[in-house]
């Protein structure tokens, strides 16, 4: 099931990001950042990008997000071709953007859209850090703001892949205006009565965890992943002391009482299909 | 009058003697009442909240409390709230949606507390709760930045029908020392990170965060605070009245597209 997975997404995606070469991927190592221990990153990608030691799920891009999510070529992408102005008129960031837009064959961090996950019809918004961490700015206000728009009007639930550094310095007041108009939609969405489902992804942290991110009716996240509102280092250079090993992991979320479930992600299909079924949504509809 | 670069703006807002809500609420409101607690956690001092009377109608004053000596900076952790303040002004709104009271939001922090208890209880969560709430709470919500209106946590009482700035206020994705610290490596150069970041009330009355600037006296606030009162409870009053004879869908819808149509962006 899971090679079948990665045989897809190698099939649909082979434009460089998940190609290396065999050789040298067999002694490069991936060093999990939660238990630090060593593992190749041939086995490391062979177990879906998760630690094989502690179950960390690191970080994946959209690619492979929508095809261990959507059902096989039912995506249908939003807003394709949206990118940022520079409103404040920050220093190269037009140059930043280009470089990133080529690099990553990709407008900005979050690609949204609908799709089906086991037949059910859901709106899909996938972030993804690769891009400038996937800070919010105005592509992601505006692109996430009319998938709830799209879902209201559709009656379609939404399931959110978070992964931020929050909001995007170099646009400004103007990305700080996104977490106020994100939380509206889904204010909006929530009256028409519509099931909005987070998963919280590494990382997910600063204006998008105290927007969007923590709004969802259900909120799952991913095992060991990060997800607070301020940095590590801004706390720890605020209070001068040790943080807890499992601070801002989505464990500690969870005893915390902001989390609802941990999924791993070979079982996320599962959790969201079952989930819509318990919300009477119908398979095909 | 000279204009005032960002950074001089910053410096003028740091002044000590710079008037805080315990200064203003006494000269624009009568009878306030303070209500405290968050029904769930615990009391925050950095928010301040309670119910009065504007003029000679009934308001609820939820506010940002800056010190003005160390005393009271320590009290009120200079003004930086925990999950518990935000969710006591949360309570305290859906109290004046209740009893269809305005809500009058004075805004001043450098920004939400970062620290272990702050995340334990959900920093996140609180903001993101009343960025929602307040979109669609069905009373008149007036929003005025004070001095400093810092990211998520200024934010997180400035979802409203009308947003002012005193003159020299500054409003900010995050505060300019964060911003230097983050890009360059180097909190002390904040001055050139305010100067880059667009953050006055001029330049936000230009991108349509800002919908009025209040006038502060010759100098700033600070050379006449009951002048600066007046003009405060004047602004406050006009919006009152263009607010409260609307209809709640259509202070809602408007509300919303106040937000909405925020962001820059080709397609
Ligand atoms: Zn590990």
Redesign the interface.
């Known amino acids: 099931m899971l090679e079948d997975l990665l045989k897809a997404v190698k099939d649909r995606f082979n434009d460089g990001i998940l190609h290396h070469d065999k050789e040298s991927k067999r002694e490069e190592l991936f060093k999990c950042p939660r238990c630090r221990v060593d593992t190749t990153v041939e086995e490391f990608e062979k177990n879906i990008k998760i630690c094989p030691n502690c179950n960390y799920h690191s970080r994946i891009n959209w690619q492979e997000r929508l095809a261990y999510t959507a059902d096989y070529g039912s995506f249908r992408e939003f ?1 394709r ?8 008129e ?2 190269d960031y037009d140059k930043k953007l280009k470089e990133l837009k080529e690099k990553y064959k990709l407008n900005d961090g979050v690609v949204t859209g609908c799709c089906t996950v086991r037949g059910y019809q859901i709106v899909l918004g996938i972030m993804d850090s690769a891009f400038m961490m996937a800070s919010m700015g ?2 992601a ?2 692109k996430i ?1 009319r998938a709830f728009e799209y879902a209201t009007e559709h009656k379609l639930p939404l399931v959110m892949f978070t992964a931020s550094g929050g ?1 995007r ?1 170099q ?11 994100t ?6 969405f ?2 028409a009565g519509g099931l909005y489902i987070t998963v919280l992804t590494d990382p997910t942290t ?2 998008v ?7 969802g009716d259900v909120i799952i996240a991913e095992p060991k992943v990060l997800v ?4 590590r280092r ?2 720890q250079d ?2 001068r002391q040790q ?2 090993d499992d ?2 992991s989505a464990e500690y979320l969870l005893s ?3 989390v609802d479930i941990i999924v791993d992600r070979k079982n996320m299909r599962n959790t969201l299909s079952l989930l819509m079924k318990l919300h009477s949504y119908k398979e095909g509809v | 009058m000279k204009l005032l670069s960002a950074s001089e703006k910053l410096s003028l807002i740091r002044i000590t003697t710079r008037p805080t809500v315990n200064d203003y609420i006494p000269l624009i409101f009568s009878d306030f009442t303070e209500l405290h607690g968050d029904r769930c956690f615990g009391d925050d001092n950095a928010v301040m909240g309670g119910i009065a009377f504007f003029n000679s109608m009934p308001v609820t004053v939820i506010a940002q409390v800056k010190g003005r000596n160390l005393e009271e900076n320590k009290r009120s952790n200079f003004s930086m709230p925990h999950p518990e303040g935000y969710r006591k002004a949360l309570r305290l709104a859906k109290q004046a949606e209740k009893f269809n009271r305005p809500v009058i939001c004075l805004v001043d922090t450098p920004g939400a507390f970062c620290g272990i208890d702050a995340e334990k209880r959900g920093q996140g969560e609180a903001i993101a709760k009343n960025l929602m709430e307040f979109m669609t709470l069905k009373v008149p919500i007036i929003s005025v930045v004070l001095g400093e209106g810092g990211s998520g946590g200024a934010l997180a009482l400035a979802v409203c029908d009308e947003l002012a700035m005193l003159e020299n206020a500054i409003y900010s994705v995050i505060s300019p020392r964060g911003f230097a610290s983050i890009i360059w490596k180097d909190p002390s150069k904040e001055s050139e990170a305010a100067n880059l970041m667009k953050i006055t009330a001029a330049d936000l009355l230009r991108f349509g965060v800002c919908d009025k600037i209040i006038d502060e006296p010759p100098g700033g606030a600070h050379n006449d605070c009951q002048l600066t009162a007046s003009n405060i409870s004047e602004y406050i009053h006009d919006a009152i009245e263009r607010l409260s004879s609307k209809e709640p869908d259509l202070l809602l819808d408007e509300r919303y597209q106040k937000y909405r149509k925020i962001g820059m962006f080709n397609e």
């Open positions: 807003d071709d949206m990118t940022s102005r520079n409103p404040i920050y220093p105005s592509v206000g505006e703001t909001a310095m646009e400004g007041i103007i990305s700080l205006m996104q977490m106020a108009k939380s509206g939609a889904v204010a909006r929530n009256h600063g204006g965890t105290a927007s969007f991110a923590s709004l607070g509102f301020a940095g801004v706390i605020t209070i943080l807890p601070f801002q915390h009482g902001f």
